[in-house]
């Protein structure tokens, strides 16, 4: 097991071309492992930021076609990094949805790990900004915990921060780091995107890392940005704010049972009864 892990996210405004995300990740990745990053960790659908599902069909590619994903291995293995693509639009072999798949890949190339997003974002928010994910996007059925020279490495994406049993899950199984790879909305950032993150972090004394969009795409979508590299104290190691860039940290393994120590809330949890009408729970007095 190794004892510190320095990670780099990348932040990016996301396009409508595969290539043109290459070219724009490529260099950011490079800058982080010059920085001495171990692991770099990409957003949500760093290949393709495509509304218009006609557009983004013609641009979709299967895992063995897919122009970032054969990139991004050459990268891990020419610079000897892991590298976390966050997610990919990825075309599946059968059924005609799409799936938003996040890819672990070791420093020798390979994949290590793959995870489907379980939660789709189908939502209508305030400002008659609505999105139905599950119109495209076939979701996930497989929670995932990759092994890694640091421990348990347990892949969310996105919206999935939303549904805190899953990481509860994950950290029982074993997650001593939680990530959260995003192209989060602005409003629904400004209003949940830390809190929500740092709960994850503390209430299962995780880090969590979570590299995201930012900015203005050309699909119209606007991002909210805020990549975190978050300890499992709930504090914030990194931000890297509302613009394109890479944030990096030093995590202390030995700091999750550290904290863990001090405040065992995964040991402490108890089996109980589920809730009742109360009504029920009355008569039954
Ligand atoms: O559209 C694609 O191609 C890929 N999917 C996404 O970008 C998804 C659905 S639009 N975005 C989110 O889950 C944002 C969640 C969010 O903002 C929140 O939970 O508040």
């Given at each position: 097991?190794?004892?510190?892990?320095?990670?780099?996210?990348v932040?990016?405004?996301?396009?409508?071309?595969?290539?043109?995300?290459?070219?724009?990740?490529?260099?950011?990745?490079?800058?982080?492992?010059?920085?001495?990053?171990d692991?770099?960790?990409?957003?949500?659908?760093?290949?393709?930021?495509?509304?218009?599902?006609?557009?983004?069909?013609?641009?979709?590619?299967?895992?063995?076609?897919?122009?970032?994903?054969?990139a991004?291995?050459?990268?891990?293995k020419?610079?000897?990094?892991?590298?976390?693509?966050?997610?990919?639009?990825?075309?599946?072999?059968?059924?005609?949805?799409?799936?938003?798949?996040?890819?672990?890949?070791?420093?020798?190339?390979?994949?290590?790990?793959?995870?489907d997003k379980?939660?789709?974002?189908?939502?209508?928010?305030?400002?008659?900004?609505?999105?139905?994910?599950?119109?495209?996007?076939?979701?996930?059925?497989?929670?995932?915990?990759?092994?890694?020279?640091?421990?348990?490495?347990?892949?969310?994406?996105?919206?999935?921060?939303?549904?805190?049993?899953?990481?509860?899950d994950?950290a029982?199984?074993?997650?001593?780091?939680?990530?959260m790879?995003a192209?989060?909305?602005?409003?629904?950032?400004?209003?949940?995107?830390?809190?929500?993150?740092?709960?994850?972090?503390?209430?299962?004394?995780?880090?969590?890392?979570?590299?995201?969009?930012?900015?203005?795409?050309?699909?119209?979508?606007?991002?909210?940005?805020?990549?975190?590299?978050?300890?499992?104290w709930?504090?914030?190691?990194?931000?890297?704010?509302?613009?394109?860039?890479?944030?990096?940290?030093?995590?202390?393994m030995?700091?999750?049972?550290?904290?863990?120590?001090?405040?065992?809330?995964?040991?402490?949890g108890?089996?109980?009864?589920?809730p009742?009408?109360?009504?029920l729970?009355?008569?039954?007095?």
């Open positions: 097991m190794t004892d510190t892990l320095r990670v780099a996210c932040q990016i405004t996301g396009k409508p071309r595969v290539e043109d995300n290459i070219a724009l990740i490529d260099p950011m990745i490079r800058e982080a492992a010059a920085k001495g990053a692991l770099v960790c990409l957003p949500e659908i760093c290949n393709l930021v495509q509304k218009n599902r006609e557009e983004q069909q013609k641009q979709v590619r299967t895992e063995a076609e897919d122009p970032a994903l054969a991004f291995r050459a990268l891990a020419e610079l000897g990094i892991w590298i976390h693509a966050g997610s990919l639009a990825i075309r599946p072999e059968e059924g005609d949805r799409l799936a938003n798949r996040g890819f672990l890949i070791a420093p020798d190339g390979t994949i290590r790990a793959k995870y379980i939660h789709m974002f189908d939502v209508d928010l305030e400002n008659a900004e609505s999105y139905r994910e599950s119109f495209s996007y076939r979701p996930g059925e497989h929670a995932v915990l990759a092994e890694t020279p640091w421990g348990g490495y347990g892949m969310g994406v996105c919206y999935d921060v939303r549904f805190p049993a899953l990481f509860r994950l029982g199984a074993g997650a001593k780091v939680l990530t790879p192209c989060f909305t602005q409003p629904t950032g400004k209003a949940h995107w830390h809190v929500l993150l740092r709960a994850r972090a503390i209430e299962n004394g995780c880090f969590v890392i979570a590299a995201a969009q930012c900015g203005e795409h050309e699909d119209g979508r606007k991002t909210y940005g805020h990549s975190l590299i978050i300890d499992p709930g504090e914030v190691l990194a931000d890297a704010g509302p613009d394109q860039g890479i944030i990096l940290a030093d995590l202390d030995a700091r999750v049972d550290e904290v863990r120590g001090m405040v065992p809330s995964l040991k402490n108890r089996d109980y009864a589920p009742v009408p109360l009504d729970a009355q008569a039954g007095e």
